[in-house]
C-alpha cells in the first residue's frame, strides 16, 4: 500500500513526462495538463491504496483512457460545433523543446561548434514535427517504448492491446520517422 509520501513523490517523478506525452498527442498545452492534472486525479483517488510497483503502469493506463475520453469528447464537440479557433495553426513558440535530454548529451557544450549545436537543434525540431505526425497509436507506441523507456509487454498493458500490436506500431514509428527523416536529408 502507498503511502501518500510515496504517491506524491511518485506523481511529481512523472509529471513532467506524461506532460510530454499528452503535449504530443493533443498539441495543446492547456489541454495537455488538464489531462495530466485529471490522470493525476484519477490515479490519487482511486488507486493510490495500491502498492507503489504498481503505480507506473496504472497510471500509464490511466493516462492513455484519459487522453482516448479526451479525443471522443473532442470528436463530439467538433461534431457540433466549429469555433474560428479550430482554423489556427498550432501555437508553436519553439519553447518546447521535444527532445531536451539529446541537447545536453554533450559533456561540454563549448567544445562543440557552433554550427555542429545548431545542426543539432535543427535536426531534433524536425524530429518532434515528424513525431506529431505519426498516427495516434503509433506515436503512442513510439513514446512509451522510446520517451518512457517502458518494455513490450509494460507498454501493451498501458495501451490495452497485444504484445505483437505494439512490436507492429513501434516499427512502423520508425519506418515511417526514417523515411521522413531521409526524404529531409536527415541520415537517421
Known amino acids: 500500500m502507498a503511502t501518500e509520501r510515496e504517491l506524491d513523490t511518485f506523481?511529481?517523478?512523472?509529471?513532467?513526462?506524461?506532460?510530454k506525452r499528452s503535449f504530443y498527442h493533443v498539441r495543446n498545452e492547456e489541454s495537455a495538463l488538464d489531462i495530466v492534472q485529471d490522470s493525476m486525479m484519477k490515479l490519487a483517488e482511486h488507486y493510490g491504496h495500491?502498492?507503489?510497483?504498481?503505480l507506473p503502469m496504472l497510471f500509464q493506463r490511466i493516462l492513455s483512457n484519459t487522453t482516448l475520453d479526451w479525443?471522443?469528447?473532442?470528436?463530439?464537440?467538433?461534431?457540433?460545433?466549429?469555433?474560428?479557433?479550430?482554423?489556427?495553426?498550432?501555437?508553436?513558440?519553439?519553447?518546447?523543446?521535444?527532445?531536451?535530454?539529446?541537447?545536453?548529451?554533450?559533456?561540454?557544450?563549448?567544445?562543440?561548434?557552433?554550427?555542429?549545436?545548431?545542426?543539432?537543434?535543427?535536426?531534433?525540431?524536425v524530429i518532434e514535427q515528424e513525431i506529431q505526425n505519426l498516427p495516434g497509436r503509433q506515436r503512442e507506441a513510439f513514446l512509451m517504448r522510446y520517451w518512457e523507456e517502458l518494455d513490450v509487454a509494460e507498454t501493451a498493458?498501458?495501451?490495452?492491446?497485444?504484445?505483437?500490436?505494439?512490436?507492429?506500431?513501434?516499427?512502423?514509428?520508425?519506418?515511417?520517422?526514417a523515411k521522413a527523416l531521409r526524404l529531409k536529408g536527415i541520415d537517421p
Not at 50 to 54: H, Y
Not at 157 to 177: E, P, Y
Open 157 to 177: 498493458s498501458a495501451m490495452g492491446c497485444s504484445q505483437g500490436s505494439v512490436k507492429t506500431h513501434c516499427s512502423r514509428a520508425v519506418s515511417a520517422l
Open 71 to 125: 479525443f471522443r469528447r473532442q470528436k463530439t464537440r467538433n461534431a457540433l460545433f466549429s469555433p474560428l479557433g479550430d482554423f489556427d495553426g498550432p501555437e508553436g513558440d519553439g519553447e518546447f523543446d521535444v527532445l531536451e535530454a539529446l541537447l545536453g548529451r554533450s559533456d561540454d557544450p563549448q567544445q562543440e561548434s557552433s554550427q555542429n549545436q545548431a545542426e543539432r537543434a535543427q535536426t531534433l525540431r
Open 50 to 54: 495500491k502498492a507503489p510497483e504498481e
Open 11 to 19: 506523481l511529481r517523478g512523472v509529471e513532467k513526462r506524461a506532460f
